[in-house]
């Protein structure tokens, strides 16, 4: 490896200073580093949280997401490996070593090398839900938040889909394009710390909004597109099914009490059991693993109710929006 640019999209959050520091703190590089960010805020006239003494050049994004900014920094990047990290992320003293021995160690057919990604969980309790989904990210494939890519692979793929706007399967994406083009993806041993950042109790609903992403990989990809992608089974089908069941039961409803009529009755109430069934059932599965506080609990039964409905709708939405894409490269 003679040298290798780190590109790390932003949107100037604390985070990114914690980052820095640790890579101007840690074991230098034995090879030629540059240090890109990309600045992916709006309103991108405030300065960006660089501390002292870090030698890194700043792009300057179209606030388009993730995909996007990572685009603009790969781009730019003058060295033939680009390495990946997210701005949350806090990369071990020895990661600059451990990248230069995963990118050197690279056969010229291994267009990708994954750093290990480590989330800390609390001790002494059993972690939240939210906590638990930010732990998963340690067994993702290819995830962005510590990723080496060779720039070949990256122009011979296309570089990230842009129409995947969110921190949200588009690097699994675009790992299989490039392993499409003819690349093998490995594993190295660098490892970076993911700590799991503050968030409200709406953080599952406000998630959802990735299934319109997941409805443009179903139309890339058809059917098979989890497997394709090396992305875990769902819930989709039973969201759809809940919220089918919660929005008949509401449309009966109205008619059965003003009608009287059995039929009109009995469909209200078939209706509403299947509802709450797949509700309760939704709502103790993720009480389970968790602590079982009131306030955890009492979230885990709210968001589960408004879950199923916002998950399909964005879906739909998706699912809509989407339809005759093709993959990035496909008419080549």
């Not at 990604?117 to 962005?144: N, Q, Y």
């Not at 041993?189 to 406000?206: I, L």
């Not at 968001?303 to 080549?332: N, Q």
């Amino acid at each position: 490896m003679t040298g290798v640019s780190v590109v790390v999209p932003t949107l100037g959050r604390p985070s990114l200073t914690a980052l820095l520091g640790a890579l101007a703190a840690g074991e230098p590089a034995r090879g030629t580093v540059e240090f890109l960010l990309v600045d992916d805020r709006r309103d991108a006239t405030r300065e960006l949280p660089v501390p002292p003494g870090v030698d890194c050049e700043v792009l300057t994004g179209r606030a388009a997401g993730p995909a996007a900014a990572r685009n603009v920094g790969w781009h730019a990047a003058r060295h033939k490996w680009v390495a990946f990290l997210d701005d949350d992320v806090v990369p071990d003293p020895d990661w600059l070593t451990r990248l230069h021995d995963d990118l050197t160690g690279a056969g010229p057919d291994v267009g990708g090398v994954q750093g290990v990604l480590r989330v800390p969980l609390p001790t002494g309790r059993r972690p939240t839900d939210w906590e638990r989904v930010t732990a998963a990210l340690a067994d993702g494939a290819w995830i962005t938040a510590d990723m080496a890519y060779r720039r070949a692979a990256l122009g011979a793929a296309g570089g990230f889909d842009e129409r995947l706007p969110r921190a949200f399967r588009e690097d699994a994406e675009l790992a299989h394009r490039v392993r499409q083009a003819g690349y093998r993806l490995v594993r190295g041993a660098r490892t970076v710390t993911h700590p799991v950042r503050p968030e409200n109790r709406w953080v599952s609903v406000r998630t959802q909004r990735g299934n319109a992403d997941d409805a443009l990989l179903h139309h890339l990809y058809g059917r098979g597109w989890r497997t394709r992608l090396e992305i875990p089974p769902g819930r989709r089908r039973r969201h759809l099914a809940v919220t089918a069941a919660g929005a008949l039961a509401a449309a009966v409803t109205v008619p059965a009490l003003l009608t009287g009529r059995r039929a009109w009755t009995v469909a209200a109430g078939v209706a509403a059991v299947v509802w709450a069934a797949g509700t309760a059932e939704f709502a103790a599965a993720r009480i389970a693993p968790g602590p079982r506080t009131a306030r955890e609990v009492t979230t885990m039964v709210l968001t589960s109710v408004a879950i199923p409905p916002v998950a399909t709708v964005h879906w739909l939405r998706g699912w809509a929006r989407w339809r005759g894409a093709r993959p990035l490269g496909s008419a080549r």
